[in-house]
Each structure stands twice: as C-alpha cells, then as structure tokens.
C-alpha cells in the first residue's frame, strides 16, 4: 500500500455504509427471504477494466454489518494497480448477508475506484514535475470524505475537506470586506491557526495577497503565460496554486510553469464507475 494512503475515519465510514444500506435495504430486503436463514454461499468479485482499487474499508463494512462474521480474504491492497478480469477478493458467510449488501458494496467499490483511478492517470502525467495534485470540494454528496480516501489511493493529494478545516478567501468574501487586505485581517482574527488561502484573478490582487501574508495563493482562470509570469513574480515567497480547466491534455503545460499545486474538480466530479461484477455461489 502506497505510505500516503490514510485511513478513513472509522465514525465516518459506519455512517456512510449505514445510510447506503437503510436506503437499500429500507424495512427489508424482500428478495433475500427466498433463501433459508442458515443458508451459507460463497463470492468473488471480479474487475473487467485495469483500475487503481479504492474502497476496501466501505467494501467490507457492507458485508459485515449484515454478518459480522463474514470472511473476506482480498488479492490487492487499496492504491495497487489491478489488472482487467482479475478476481479482487473472495467472500464467505451468510447467504442472505451476500445478496443483501451485495450492490451497496459495489457502489462504494466502483466509484471509489474510479476516483483513484483517474487521480493515478493525472499523477502519472506529472511525474518528474514539482507540482502536486489535489483534489476540490466537488464531491458527491454523502461522499466527500470516501472520494477524499480514494484520492489519496490514487497518490494525490487532498486539499480542505469543508468549510471548516481551511479558509479559502475568494472574490465574493473580498467584495463583502471590501477589499482582500481587509479579507484576510478579519481571516486571521477568527482563525489565526488555519490555513489561509486567497483566489486571485489578475496581478493586482496578486500583489496585495503577497503584501497580506497569506499561506497560498490560487491562480483563478490564469494563461499559461500569466501563470509563468506570477511564478517568476512571486519567486518562491508563497505556494501558488492553480485551478480551472485542468485536464490531462493541459495538465503538462500547467505543471512546466513551476506552480506548486494544481488542484482538479474532475477528480471527484467526472466519476465513470469502473465495470465489476459479483458472482456468488450457493452452498447445497
């Protein structure tokens, strides 16, 4: 498992499988009743496409918290490259426990992966470059804190999880104080312990951020030319983040310009589930 990977908030997670079970299950799985109480069967779960895997912790809650017992033996760590009709794990236990937790284990499975899998095809793109990949508020909702973990197993990077781990000053906020300095005074005031950040769209706001004292600088919607120019401007004094039309055709230009952080909405807002299936077999 890649050192970067951290683990996902265990309330966090139990909340996240409970609310997807109960919206599935709802007063009962209806289907499952045609199986036996007792009845025991086995599974495993197959991947028809290459993948970077992200979910195994959701993956597993599914099964468990409808068979604590249930036995799950996995072929691949989450971050590990898997290649197309690989068999990713094996499950044993409870019959009805399979069926029933089935789809729900596959949701988080399919579309954390393909979250880290497309942060792996953008990190991939940036090797030997300095800047980093991060991620963007632009979650599913329910799911921020899930697509953040398969950030992370893609080998990027997360910016602020919410509102509330991070100050961001952007142009609304600076209308509202009236002007960036005065955004980034009533900032460090409330919350002299956070990261402050301040989106920028021109040069003057450029240098008033620098003047401020801010932690990072967000380059809104800047070229590729105004890019180079404020890294040569700012010479190392504050990180410089860019955003906006990122993709993996524009990401080498982006990253040959020297900024230190390029952050993707695309990472966890353009998700295509990656193609898995289930096959379960019945004990006699």
């Not at 992966?113 to 980093?132: C, D, E, F, K």
């Not at 508020?137 to 602020?160: E, M």
């Amino acid at each position: 498992m890649p050192p970067l990977i951290i683990p996902p908030d265990p309330q966090i997670l139990l909340r996240d499988v409970e609310h997807a079970l109960a919206e599935d299950i709802g007063s009962g799985d209806v289907t499952a009743d045609l199986l036996a109480a007792g009845a025991q069967a086995s599974a495993r779960v197959i991947t028809r496409e290459p993948a970077t895997l992200a979910g195994r912790p959701w993956f597993d809650a599914c099964f468990r918290a409808l068979d604590a017992s249930m036995q799950i033996a996995w072929a691949a760590d989450d971050g590990a490259q898997i290649a197309a009709n690989a068999t990713l794990c094996t499950l044993r236990g409870s019959a009805r426990a399979l069926v029933g937790a089935e789809r729900c284990a596959l949701n988080f499975l399919q579309t954390l992966s393909a979250t880290a899998t497309l942060t792996a095809q953008y990190v991939a793109a940036l090797r030997g470059a300095r800047a980093t990949i991060l991620d963007t508020r632009k979650t599913l909702p329910g799911l921020r804190h899930a697509q953040k973990y398969a950030v992370r197993c893609g080998g990027g990077s997360n910016h602020r999880i919410g509102l509330f781990d991070a100050i961001l000053i952007k142009e609304n906020h600076i209308a509202a104080a009236g002007s960036l300095s005065a955004a980034v005074r009533a900032a460090r005031a409330h919350h002299p312990q956070l990261l402050l950040e301040v989106e920028v769209e021109n040069f003057d706001e450029l240098g008033a951020a620098i003047a401020a004292g801010v932690d990072r600088i967000m380059l809104d919607e800047f070229s590729i030319d105004d890019i180079r120019r404020a890294v040569a401007e700012v010479a190392g004094r504050v990180p410089l983040e860019v955003s906006g039309s990122v993709n993996l055709g524009t990401l080498p230009a982006l990253a040959a310009t020297g900024v230190d952080y390029i952050s993707i909405g695309a990472l966890t807002k353009h998700v295509r589930a990656i193609d898995l299936s289930m096959r379960i077999a019945f004990d006699a």
